[in-house]
């Protein structure tokens, strides 16, 4: 089955760093879109960024773009997000997820939790 794990998260200050790892298992790690979408208090959930397979085609929500990066590493079934310049309004639990034709998140591990506060 599908496992999803995600680790990285934490607090820390604005302006601050953070890296997000997600470990994956249970499929074909390269077939599949892999994105990070997040949910914020009171605000639901939006998708931060996405990655294709091969790694080669990203997207960003306009939110995050210039400051976060995805990438994957498919020999280790691991996709990351690196997260730069944080603001508070990047406080959220963040998930990874396959990415399905529909934009649809169909699988969920616990997520990781990051907090940008001063």
């Known amino acids: 089955e599908v496992q999803l794990v995600e680790s990285g998260g934490g607090l820390v200050q604005p302006g601050g760093s953070l890296r997000l790892s997600c470990a994956a298992s249970?499929?074909?790690?390269?077939?599949?879109?892999m994105g990070w979408v997040r949910q914020g208090p009171e605000k639901g959930l939006e998708w931060v960024s996405l990655?294709?397979?091969?790694?080669?085609?990203?997207y960003y929500a306009d939110s995050v773009k210039g400051r976060f990066t995805i990438s994957r590493d498919n020999a280790k079934n691991t996709v990351y997000l690196q997260m730069n310049s944080l603001k508070p309004e990047d406080t959220a639990v963040y998930y990874c997820?396959?990415?399905?034709?529909?934009?649809?998140?169909?699988?969920w591990g616990q997520g990781t939790q990051v907090t940008v506060s001063s």
């Open positions: 997820n396959l990415v399905d034709s529909a934009y649809g998140a169909n699988y």
């Open positions: 249970g499929f074909a790690f390269s077939d599949w879109t």
């Open positions: 990655v294709n397979g091969g790694g080669g085609t990203t």
